[in-house]
């Protein structure tokens, strides 16, 4: 059996993302040899943290607001369980997987003092592209995508200034940087990161289903929310991308499920060690 934790990070507010995971985690059980338990926890809104020893995998999602402490009462359990998982996976054979998406990849950069994290200047939002580093070009989770690639991007965080040192002593690599902006002279954000072999983050949402995704840009209340702060140009670039086959569709097909798909072939692995 294969246990499966969700970590719905977004404080009770209306979203697609945590649905777009659901949908993800289903269809992995669904084409999964092995048995797979799905179980999800509202985390912000009812301080619900899955026990470590629990469940094996863990996907925690985006959400709204600032990653920085502000005293609510999830943080520090939600801290302690971030720390508990890289404490387990150093002392122990059998490791756990977690991917962190957008609001918990800030979080955990912001927790762990690995980068600065800060208030963008303005709302980011669209079809954007994501260029591979030198070592995110050999990323086995970016394997079959371009560079760039293209992901949905929406946030008004940004970490910035990695900490080079400290990264590479602890073996963290940065694996994507946002779309390069040669009039802007802005540091380029970090977009994608590899904790270590089990724990993986993206700022950007590998989650994001293009059908959903175009239906609420249709919704006349978003359409013209997002040009009223985006522009026409903007709104016309991100439905003209949004369900292209090589852009966000490619995405989502290939890093979660890779994702869940090496973790299960990985806690396969361990299992048949110790029987």
């Not at 963290?172 to 072999?197: D, Y």
């Amino acid at each position: 059996m294969i246990k499966l934790a969700l970590l719905d990070m977004n404080d009770n507010e209306p979203n697609q993302g945590m649905g777009n995971i659901i949908e993800i985690a289903e269809a992995f059980k669904e084409h999964s040899e092995n048995p797979v338990s799905i179980q999800k926890f509202n985390v912000r809104d009812e301080n619900q943290i899955p026990d470590i020893q629990d469940f094996d995998i863990f996907i925690s999602s985006g959400g709204p607001g600032s990653p920085h402490k502000s005293g609510k009462a999830w943080e520090e359990p939600y801290h302690e369980f971030l720390n508990g998982i890289w404490k387990h996976n150093q002392e122990n054979e059998d490791k756990k997987y977690l991917f962190v998406i957008c609001y918990s990849f800030q979080v955990i950069c912001a927790y762990w003092n690995l980068a600065e994290v800060n208030e963008r200047k303005s709302y980011s939002f669209g079809v954007m592209p994501m260029h591979k580093t030198e070592e995110g070009k050999s990323e086995f989770l970016f394997e079959n995508l371009p560079d760039p690639f293209y992901a949905v991007d929406s946030r008004a965080f940004q970490v910035v200034q990695p900490k080079k040192d400290l990264l590479a002593e602890k073996g963290i690599k940065i694996m994507a940087l946002e779309k390069i902006r040669p009039h802007i002279p802005l540091e380029r954000a970090v977009m994608a990161i590899r904790f270590s072999e089990e724990i993986f983050g993206t700022q950007f949402h590998p989650e994001a289903n293009p059908e959903g995704f175009l239906r609420a840009l249709k919704v006349e209340k978003y359409k013209n929310s997002i040009i009223e702060e985006h522009g026409m140009e903007k709104y016309l670039q991100t439905v003209d991308r949004i369900d292209d086959e090589d852009k966000v569709v490619l995405t989502r097909r290939e890093i979660l499920p890779r994702f869940l798909n090496f973790a299960a072939a990985q806690l396969e692995k361990q299992a048949a060690l110790t029987e």
